[in-house]
């Protein structure tokens, strides 16, 4: 099974890879500053190695200074020796003697003189050296003019005794020069260094310190944004598995632990259960009291469910107004199951304070077990919600446990759906009318249409089998408009029968409401039939009338144009309030048959039946009690001053023939 947390890793990535990310971390900071420290050490390198190559010329011009000094002194001599030579092809005249004099002197000259030397001529040696070349030439000069052609003359032996220690000295010191060279080198770069020094070591060293800063600087930024990043992860994990309203695990967490809880009882051979709630009529809440309330209580739901279970059981919101607890136990039996399914419709009995006002809340609960209602998540869901319709489908407020039944239910449900879109076509809908009764005379005044179908294989069916499934399917539209059509045209056959006129009452549905040409088709089923307005009441709840407040006045204001009347069916049940209900053009309050039945033996219900006879009389409405079963009941609403009762008592809901046997019976009494 894939983890819940593997979708979520997509927008991290996303993040990371995003191009902001660059620009946030600031990357692009240590990137420039180690462009600049590359730069610099690259500049340095060269700046060192033309340092080198500068100071090797220098060192080369000084040796060679020297050693050609040395040169020029060698071949004087040398020439010298030509010119004693006995060989007339090798001997040299006196004035080629001369030219090389000169040419020393100039030489000599040039070294003192020149700029390129000055450096050269501060060191001591070399200094004095070339001082006494210069004074033996001059000392010499005298000798050159009278110089003889023997070898053995005591001129040329002096000039050459002069001149030999000074070439030597020379060819030494050019010696040492070129042998210290490494040395003179450093001392040379140092001595050149001086002016750029500071930049050849200092702009690397000062960009070398901006890139370590911004290497801590970014490395501190790195976590800052790593810690954000694991935050922000751990966030979106948290998203994605739980329910944002209520905190709880969600549909996908809840499926996880399914599967692990699968893995351990099937390792273990244990059993778990999975118990389904939905909140019975949530709807009407949030239709009457808003969302906001219905969000409110969804949230107080939600702690009451997490104090029904133990720490390692699962609470999850699955949807809307569903709920799933996952409990596993050592030993789990169905006692524990039932035990804890008691303790959640118990937790939910208990009136919420929502908004202000407090609210009874009952919900309908399904339960599955594992391994004996199914080995796969999936499978386990699905039987415990099957098994939830089962408990709505027994009135609410109860709890079923999985029978492979229901999930035939389930497939009858969906066939039903598709006899009803024929149902119309082939006239298999009736009505049945139950008789409206004036409680001080006892005399028949209307009857209310109730919708019956003739089902070809599963015979006579009542409203709550099929009603559910054409609001579902919005056949109730095509439906409904057929029951004002019949019930109309009803009222006017039985009124022909020569029977007393009857106020007709038609429940309608709220998608009904909604349709913009409900007003125009109740016209239509008033003219077509002749029954007068004023004899046919709609009866519409208090929940179909808040779900949308304007379009509900809008409507009813329209069809009360017509002379039509308005009922409010179930009254007391729903969430409307006394300022919502001016608003809207009603002629009866029908009070709901649970606080008949309840009148008598809880105060309670027999307080909100006092009440809503004392609001209809101080709004001058009709109040209607139904589902009169008992002469107590009876009594009891007559005591009140109630005016008007429908129930067993007087009839059950009966077809049309019935009822005018039933009019001519009670005429003739
Ligand atoms: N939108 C439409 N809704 C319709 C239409 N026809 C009926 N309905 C709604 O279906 C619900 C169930 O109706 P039904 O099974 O016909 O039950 C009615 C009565 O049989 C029942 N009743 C009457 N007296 C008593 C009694 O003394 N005891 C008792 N236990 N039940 C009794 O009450 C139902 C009528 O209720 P109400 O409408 O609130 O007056 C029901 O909600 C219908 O509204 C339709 O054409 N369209």
């Not at 030999?164 to 001595?191: A, D, T």
């Not at 489908?393 to 009803?420: C, F, H, K, P, W």
């Not at 139950?434 to 003739?454: D, K, Y």
């Not at 709004?619 to 589902?627: D, F, I, K, S, T």
Request: charged share 25%.
């Amino acid at each position: 099974m894939k983890p819940v947390q593997a979708d979520v890793a997509r927008p991290l990535i996303d993040s990371l890879t995003d191009r902001r990310w660059w620009r946030q971390t600031g990357m692009w900071r240590l990137l420039l500053a180690l462009a600049i420290f590359i730069a610099t050490l690259y500049m340095s390198y060269r700046d060192i190695g033309q340092a080198n190559v500068i100071s090797s010329l220098r060192m080369g011009h000084h040796t060679h200074s020297l050693i050609k000094t040395y040169d020029e002194v060698d071949r004087f001599m040398r020439a010298l020796r030509q010119y004693t030579l006995k060989d007339p092809i090798r001997q040299i005249a006196l004035e080629d003697i001369a030219l090389h004099y000169e040419i020393l002197v100039s030489r000599v000259q040039t070294f003192q003189e020149g700029e390129a030397n000055r450096e050269l001529l501060e060191l001591d040696d070399v200094r004095t050296l070339v001082e006494r070349l210069a004074v033996t030439l001059e000392s010499i000069e005298p000798l050159l003019v009278e110089l003889g052609q023997d070898p053995y003359d005591l001129r040329y032996s002096t000039i050459q005794s002069l001149l030999r220690p000074i070439r030597s000295r020379f060819f030494e010191l050019g010696k040492q020069f070129l042998m210290n060279s490494e040395v003179r080198n450093e001392q040379i770069i140092r001595h050149y260094g001086n002016d750029s020094s500071y930049w050849t070591l200092g702009a690397p060293a000062a960009s070398g310190l901006l890139l370590l800063l911004l290497f801590f600087a970014q490395l501190r930024q790195s976590k800052r944004l790593a810690d954000s990043l694991a935050a922000e992860s751990r966030k979106l994990s948290h998203m994605a598995a739980h329910d944002p309203l209520t905190g709880l695990p969600n549909r996908a967490l809840l499926k996880d632990r399914l599967s692990q809880a699968i893995h351990h009882a099937h390792r273990a051979q244990g059993r778990f259960a999975v118990i389904f709630l939905d909140l019975d009529r949530f709807k009407a809440v949030n239709d009457s009291l808003g969302h906001g309330a219905g969000d409110e209580l969804l949230k107080t739901v939600a702690e009451r469910l997490s104090a029904c279970v133990r720490e390692g059981d699962t609470v999850a919101r699955i949807s809307g107004d569903e709920f799933v607890l996952l409990i596993e136990a050592v030993g789990l039996d169905d006692g524990v199951v039932n035990e804890v399914a008691e303790r959640v419709a118990s937790e939910l009995r208990t009136p919420f304070l929502i908004a202000g006002q407090e609210l009874l809340v009952t919900g309908s609960i399904g339960i599955s077990l594992y391994p004996d209602n199914g080995e796969e998540a999936e499978l386990l869901l699905m039987n415990a919600d099957a098994a939830m319709y089962s408990a709505k489908a027994n009135g609410r407020d109860s709890i079923s446990s999985y029978q492979a039944q229901m999930n035939a239910d389930s497939v009858s449900r969906i066939e039903l759906t598709g006899d009803l879109h024929h149902a119309l076509e082939r006239n298999q809908l009736q009505l049945h009318y139950q008789p409206c009764v004036a409680l001080a005379s006892g005399e028949i005044f209307g009857v209310e249409a109730l919708l019956r179908w003739q089902h070809p294989s599963r015979g006579l069916l009542s409203p709550d089998d099929f009603i559910p499934l054409a609001e579902e399917s919005g056949l109730i539209v095509p439906i409904g408009e057929w029951v004002i059509r019949t019930a109309c045209a009803q009222a006017a056959a039985w009124h022909q029968q020569g029977l007393p006129q009857l106020k007709m009452a038609v429940n309608l549905s709220a998608l009904q409401l909604q349709q913009p040409e409900l007003a125009k088709r109740v016209a239509a089923a008033l003219e077509a039939s002749g029954h007068p307005p004023r004899l046919l009441e709609l009866e519409l709840t208090e929940t179909q009338l808040m779900r949308d407040v304007d379009t509900a006045v809008a409507a009813t204001r329209e069809l009360r144009g017509l002379g039509v009347r308005i009922a409010i069916d179930d009254f007391g049940t729903g969430y409307c309030s006394l300022s919502d209900l001016q608003r809207f053009p009603v002629s009866t309050l029908k009070l709901d048959r649970s606080f008949v039945h309840n009148a008598l033996s809880k105060p309670s219900a027999a307080a909100i039946a006092r009440s809503a006879i004392g609001l209809g009389r101080n709004l001058e409405l009709e109040v209607l009690a139904e589902g009169i079963e008992t002469p107590e009941q009876l009594a009891f609403l007559r005591a009140h001053h109630c005016d008007a009762g429908q129930g067993y008592l007087f009839s059950r809901p009966l077809p049309a023939a019935d009822i005018a046997s039933l009019l001519r019976e009670s005429r003739a009494a």
